[in-house]
């Protein structure tokens, strides 16, 4: 798809013209910004293994996690610290390992940070996804305590999730892939989580940041009492944002072959996977005959072929000129950054950015405005200001 801006990126040394700049920033804050930015890249953190999750403290220092079990920060003034003390028993094997890490908005307040990872335990034949909050003493981790964890296992070591973001009225959403022995689709799949109302997998839940069960949380079929399952019928979703502008929550999560999807999460949704889908299984075979159904929500979007889909985050930054409100989606397949312009609850328009900058695991907006972005191979956090 065409582009009107220009990508300067310092990755690998590389300049890739995209096309000219149409129009300049309004100064007046009131005005409606115009044009397109110019993109340049720095890559701010290097040579580490595959950084998952991100997400900033309140004095500009960047934490993330490595899929290995480590966590990092790197500080407002370049430099990077390890953290000391993440919790025993991370489960490496397959997609599992430590995943997402989110501070709490109120942090200035309760120090507290939420990380979620893969879970082996003595006796248990598969991993747990644990939701674990901490606090900080420099860079110590200190008062970890588990506030929520799959009842059962996933015996299958792969589609875990997951992520982490809180919403304006500080409720926690975490999102969990379907787990379980096999992903094929179709009526007669044999790993039903998703569908299951009362498995935690395969789900976006919504808590409180202690975990309890909110008192306006869905009762869902099947239930008598409501669950900190908020929305159900998911696949695999490793990208997830809150949309601050318009208050909602953006999710987009792996189909098989085809059919990746962006949906909004929504109170008591069924997203419809292993029932429907616009991909294929493995095999070549439709998931369905028709990728839609009485009582399913329709993505807003989907993939085909697939573009594994991975971190989100809403532009509202003003140096990002006329994206500002625009949706960013990483692929992991294609190695690009997925921009998409709303209205409404539609996306109007889908472009690539970013293209071949690498594997895009995570994208999140910064405190400063910028745009942070981490691939892998190897695993690198990059800079993307707008000019």
Sequence with gaps: MHMKSAIITSLLGLTL???????????????????????????????????????????????????????????????????????????????????????????????????????????????????????????????????????????WYGHYGSRIVFDKAGFLYLSIGEGGSTSYGGVGSGNMNAQDTKSDWGKVHRMTDDGKVPSDNPILPGNTTATTVYSYGHRNPQGMTYDAINNRIWENEHGPMGGDEINLVEKGKNYGWPLVSYGKNYDGVAVSSNPSASGITEPLKYWVPSIAPSGMAVITSDQFKSWKGNLLTGSLKFNYVSRAVLEGNKITKDEKILEGIGRVRNVKQGPDGNIYVSVEGPGRIIRVTGE
């Design 17 to 155: 013209f995209l096309g000219s700049c149409q129009g300049s920033s309004n100064k007046n804050p009131e005005l409606p910004l115009t044009g397109d930015p110019t993109l340049k890249t720095t890559v701010i953190v290097n040579n580490r293994e595959i950084i998952w999750g991100m997400d900033f403290l309140p004095n500009g220092d960047l934490l993330f996690t490595e899929k290995k079990g480590t966590i990092a920060r790197y500080t407002s003034n370049g430099n990077i610290q390890e953290i000391s003390g993440v919790p025993a028993g991370i489960f490496t094997n397959g997609q599992g390992g430590l995943l997402d890490i989110k501070v709490h908005p109120n942090y200035a307040n309760n120090g507290w940070i939420y990380i979620s990872y893969a879970a082996s335990e003595n006796g248990l034949n598969g991993a747990l996804l644990k939701l674990t909050r901490f606090k900080l003493n420099g860079n110590q981790i200190i008062n970890a305590e588990t506030i929520f964890q799959t009842k059962t296992v996933n015996t």
